[in-house]
Every structure is written in structure tokens, then in C-alpha cells.
């Protein structure tokens, strides 16, 4: 039987939930007979593939790159997983919200630059008006909170939607399944 298409994205986050995903330490290895890792910050693939199973998805949604990306990831996913309280419910991105993209660009790039004062056109994409959690965009099948979520609870939430096993974290809401 073939392993699932396992895929985990890095939106507007910090990467501090992919480090916890790492902190699995020699678990990864038992995830990794289960599972191919075919897109992740962590892997080569530079293009989302047509099929995904399951999609861990860090962080919230701040640009039209974020945007387009969530979008196109939902399309091509059965399980999208929002993963980190950033993803869940904006968190640390969505503190700019009061303040608008302007103000958070002119502090980022006149105020603390000291030299090449300019904001950038170019690998900088645009910031949407307000930082959103991903639900808000499209549909999420999976909550999984925590600023990071544990070592432990990615390996229980993981294997348990590997394996089909009953998800059994107090904290972990489950959505669509
Ligand atoms: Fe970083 Fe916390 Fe956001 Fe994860 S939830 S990306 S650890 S700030």
C-alpha cells in the first residue's frame, strides 16, 4: 500500500512550529515509515503537488501570497490541519492589525533602516489590510493549538491521523472528519 502524502506549510509564523515538529526527535522516524513528506520547509519540493493527503499549515494569513497559497493548498488537499495558534487564530502576526500595513512598513523600512530607506517591490509581497487565521479563508478540518503545540501533541495528532486512530488530546478540536 502506498504511504499518504504528508505536506507542512510556512505561512506568516515564526517556524517556531515546524522546530517543534523537529523536537520529535527519533519519533520522526516512526512518522516517517508512515508517511512520504512531499512539500514542507524541511524538504526540496518547490511546488505544491496536485495530491496531498494531509497538510500541517503554521502560521496566518497576511499577504496575497499567503492568500493565494492557503487557497491553492485547500484545493489539493483531504485534510488541511491549521497548526500553531497563529494559524488557528492570528496570534503574533495579527498584532499589526491595529496599526495597518503602512504603518508596520514605515517603521519596518524608514524608521529602523539606517541605510536604503525605501520599501521593497520586489520578493516583499503585499500585505493584506489585516492578518487573518486561516479559517477565515478557507476550510479548516483540523484545530490544533499551542505557541508551539508540544513535541508530544504533534506526535499524537500526527499519528492519530495517519493511522485513522481516534484523536485523543483535550485541547485538539476536530472539524469535518
Ligand atoms: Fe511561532 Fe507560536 Fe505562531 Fe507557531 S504559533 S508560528 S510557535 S508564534
Redesign the pocket.
Known amino acids: 500500500m502506498s504511504k499518504l502524502k504528508l505536506a507542512t506549510v510556512w505561512l506568516d509564523?515564526?517556524?517556531?512550529?515546524?522546530?517543534?515538529i523537529l523536537d520529535m526527535d527519533e519519533r520522526l522516524l516512526e512518522i516517517a515509515e508512515l508517511v512520504d513528506v512531499v512539500y514542507s520547509p524541511i524538504v526540496d519540493a518547490k511546488d505544491y503537488p496536485d495530491h496531498v493527503d494531509i497538510a500541517l499549515v503554521?502560521?496566518?494569513v497576511a499577504s496575497v501570497d499567503d492568500e493565494k497559497k492557503i487557497r491553492k493548498i485547500r484545493a489539493h488537499t483531504k485534510l488541511l490541519v491549521a497548526?500553531?495558534?497563529?494559524?488557528?487564530a492570528g496570534?503574533?502576526?495579527s498584532m499589526r492589525n491595529p496599526f495597518g500595513p503602512a504603518a508596520i512598513l514605515d517603521r519596518a523600512y524608514f524608521e529602523n533602516a539606517t541605510v536604503q530607506q525605501q520599501i521593497p517591490c520586489v520578493v516583499v509581497p503585499k500585505l493584506l489590510k489585516i492578518v487573518r487565521p486561516i479559517h477565515e479563508f478557507v476550510h479548516v478540518d483540523v484545530f490544533l493549538p499551542?505557541?508551539?503545540?508540544s513535541a508530544d501533541t504533534f506526535y499524537t495528532a500526527i499519528h492519530a491521523l495517519i493511522t485513522g486512530e481516534p484523536v485523543n488530546i483535550p485541547a485538539l478540536t476536530r472539524f469535518g472528519a
Open positions: 509564523g515564526c517556524s517556531g512550529c515546524h522546530m517543534s503554521e502560521g496566518a497548526m500553531g495558534d497563529c494559524a488557528v496570534n503574533v502576526p499551542g505557541c508551539p503545540p
